[in-house]
């Protein structure tokens, strides 16, 4: 399996094993799920993030050879921020479980590189940018080793979409201006599977009464693809698979 099957079925296997994709008791009523909804926590996350988008490829046009498409420089940097919100699941005092939803935001990442047109004349540049906003539904696992108030050793899983968006594609002369762009393509948002998991050390009563966690994340981001703006050609341009390795912080209120 490659990287991106590992990472969805280790998730799966960790929301299975913490309970999260049990059925509710029939006894639970509409009134005593929005009671247990007032009694979650807001979690707000910020940090960095480095990636490698874009790949090499051939674009078909109908009747010619095609172009290629080079990738010369991958920004792959930039911020992130999460918001979240987290339920209260099994309590075993050194070891505590907490379900809810965790979005994500991605700042911009920059692709660049040349278009060889029919294989031959490297007389154009281009690029694109991409940003990320992922939506998980997200199991955290909270484990106190040697039964320690201070610090805690914090596991989280989740699966979900990422609404991938890709944008300000241009292309530009490299020949004085003798080779004019096509501006082949246009951007789009493209809702892609998506997974993360991530550990982190969590610092209690660094904040007054509330805990500060950071750590590492592990982004599965998907694929994102790109509309074409004429029917010449046979294919479109699209971003690759994207992994993100991420370090961030977050806070509860």
């Known amino acids: ?7 969805i079925y280790g998730c799966a296997i960790f929301f299975t094993a913490s309970g999260f994709a049990s059925v509710p008791s029939e006894k639970q009523t509409i ?30 046009i109908d009747g010619l050879i095609g172009n290629d498409f080079t990738v010369s ?5 930039n911020g992130l921020a999460g918001l979240g919100y987290l339920l209260d699941g099994p309590d075993k005092g050194w070891f505590r479980m907490n379900y809810g939803i965790n979005a994500f935001y991605l700042g911009k990442t920059q692709v660049a590189g040349v278009v060889v047109q029919e294989n031959t004349f490297a007389n154009l540049s281009y690029k694109y940018k991409i ?12 484990t106190e080793p040697f039964h320690s ?42 809702a892609t599977l998506s997974a993360m998991i991530g550990v982190s050390l969590k ?43 991420a370090l961030m912080c977050s806070v509860s209120i």
Request: proline share 4%; with cysteine; net charge positive.
């Open 1 to 7: 399996m490659n990287r991106k099957e590992y990472l």
């Open 31 to 60: 009134f005593s799920a929005l009671r247990e909804l007032k009694k979650g926590k807001f979690i707000i996350q910020a940090g960095g993030y480095w990636s490698k988008p874009g790949k090499a490829q051939h674009i078909n």
């Open 73 to 77: 420089h991958q920004h792959g940097g």
């Open 131 to 142: 940003t990320h906003t992922p939506i998980y539904f997200l199991a955290k696992s909270t």
């Open 149 to 190: 108030k201070k610090m805690a050793l914090v596991i989280d899983a989740g699966l979900g979409s990422n609404f991938m968006k890709t944008g300000d594609f241009s292309e530009s002369s490299l020949d004085g201006g003798n080779t004019l762009p096509d501006n082949p393509f246009s951007g789009r948002t493209t």
């Open 203 to 245: 610092l209690n009563h660094v904040l007054g009464n509330e805990p500060l966690e950071c750590g590492y994340r592990f982004f599965y981001l998907g694929q994102g693809r790109f509309n074409k703006n004429t029917n010449q050609l046979l294919n479109t341009l699209n971003t690759g698979y994207i992994y993100a390795n």
